[in-house]
């Protein structure tokens, strides 16, 4: 199984500020996602990091307010932009190699005040 | 449409109790299932998953989950909770192929009492 290292842990943040967290793998891996988990909700898929090309985003988050890189097979990005306390929540980066199950890092949890 | 329902927001048990979280879910496809556990300040763990074959299926840390086709289902048991066991437990669907879009149900908070 792949290990999945999230950057930060937790974060507080001022609205209208951004912030970017890093998700690192210690394996090349295809197939890199991003998943947000609302406050006593559950988990749910914001967008699939394409290595060498844009993000493809689910329905209803767009790319302005949830920027994605992904550079190589080990490693992305997800940017919270112009952020409001609604966007305090628990986000999770994903991996997954052929046809078995995903592994998720260990989440980065941002306040927004 | 597609989802997935955890009925019991919460549950409580004893330890040593034994224990059954339940898991329903709508998809079109035949579905690929799983069951996560996210212990506080935690990711989320893989605790058994169902591809195909066997319905009842053995995961980690003495669970087991049941995949019941006719009724949509696939219930996580375990038969005798320890304290340790105490977390969120999210169920999840995916399809075959390996898109790896997950639907998660909302959650199973489960508290042991010691």
């Known amino acids: 199984s792949a290990v999945i290292s999230q950057k930060p842990s937790r974060d507080i943040c001022q609205r209208g500020t951004s912030l970017t967290i890093q998700c690192q793998v210690d394996s090349q891996v295809t197939m890199m996602f991003w998943y947000r988990q609302q406050p006593g909700q559950s988990l749910t898929l914001i967008a699939t990091?394409?290595?060498?090309?844009?993000?493809?985003?689910e329905s209803g988050f767009v790319i302005d307010k949830f920027p994605i890189s992904r550079p190589n097979l080990t490693f992305s990005t997800l940017t919270v932009s112009n952020m409001s306390p609604e966007d305090s929540s628990i986000y999770l980066c994903?991996?997954?190699?052929?046809?078995?199950?995903?592994?998720f890092g260990q989440g980065t949890r941002l306040t927004v005040v | 449409a597609q989802s997935v329902t955890q009925p019991d927001i919460h549950i409580t048990v004893s330890e040593g109790a034994s224990l059954e979280l339940r898991c329903n879910y709508s998809?079109?496809?035949?579905?690929?299932l799983f069951w996560y556990v996210q212990s506080p300040g935690q990711g989320l763990q893989l605790l058994l998953k169902y591809f195909s074959g066997d319905t009842l299926v053995q995961g980690i840390k003495g669970f087991e989950a049941e995949f019941k086709r006719s009724q949509s289902s696939f219930n996580l048991r375990k038969p005798s909770v320890h304290w340790s066991d105490a977390a969120e437990y999210f169920c999840a669907v995916g399809a075959k192929g390996g898109t790896y879009k997950y639907i998660f149900g909302t959650g199973t908070r489960l508290k042991v009492l010691a």
């Open positions: 998809y079109g496809a035949t579905p690929y």
């Open positions: 994903s991996v997954a190699e052929g046809d078995t199950e995903a592994f």
């Open positions: 990091a394409n290595q060498g090309s844009e993000a493809t985003y």
